[in-house]
């Protein structure tokens, strides 16, 4: 069984361009989530979405959007990008709920803003 | 405060020895405890998830939840090089998961 699929995995851009990363889930998921890896911040939550629909933020300007298809895969978009938005993304994809839940990382996309 | 505050590493235990990790967490709604294990340049992988209190084993592992306390803790025994990671504590609360900065332990042969 496939894992979660985030394209690209690297990616440069500079400031004030806008960024599209994408996440395919496990098969059979149907929650998607998003999160942002930094040294100095850790993970943190952006966004999860379940059936099309986003049941939950994190704090997060306004600049950083996602969707999620009708298929569970899910786009995430930066936009004006700023030196602070150099991170790791990563997805993970989950099913079940509660102390059943199971939680898969993808590998991630390393953005670089220059 | 922080949502999720984990006990600072970095950890060094000796090989066969027992690491005992910490988790406070602060919002007393939080639904679900899940530890993650992230080696260096890797996405993190689940250990264990926990829901209710008390403890839950499985194989080299426990984690023990104590709802009152808002506390979370992972117990790893005989604890083998391959341990050698940083283990992030993450609390779930209303489809979001708040993870803990991390400790990393380092199991010396």
């Known amino acids: 069984k496939a894992g979660v699929t985030q394209t690209p995995r690297y990616l440069i851009k500079t400031r004030g361009q806008q960024v599209t990363l994408s996440c395919s889930p496990i098969s059979g998921h149907r929650s998607v989530s998003w999160y942002q890896q930094t040294p100095g911040q850790g993970l943190q939550f952006l966004f999860e979405y379940f059936s099309e629909t986003q049941r939950n933020k994190g704090n997060f300007p306004g600049r950083f959007s996602g969707r999620q298809f009708s298929n569970s895969r899910s786009e995430m978009n930066v936009s004006t990008l700023e030196l602070g938005d150099s991170a790791l993304y990563l997805c993970?994809?989950?099913?079940?709920?509660?102390?059943?839940?199971?939680?898969?990382f993808g590998s991630g996309t390393q953005l670089s803003v220059l | 405060q922080k949502e999720v505050e984990q006990n600072s590493g970095p950890l060094s235990v000796p090989e066969g020895a027992i690491a005992s990790l910490n988790c406070t967490y602060s919002?007393?709604?939080?639904?679900?405890f899940f530890w993650y294990r992230q080696y260096s340049g890797k996405s993190p992988e689940l250990i264990m998830s926990i829901y209710s209190n008390g403890d839950k084993e499985d194989g080299r592992f426990t984690a023990q939840l104590n709802k009152a306390s808002q506390y979370v803790s992972l117990l790893i025994r005989d604890s083998q090089p391959s341990d050698s990671a940083t283990y992030l504590c993450a609390v779930k609360i209303d489809y979001k998961l708040s993870f803990g900065a991390g400790t990393t332990v380092t199991v010396r042969a």
């Open positions: 993970a994809s989950s099913v079940g709920s509660g102390e059943n839940e199971k939680l898969f």
């Open positions: 919002d007393r709604g939080s639904q679900s």
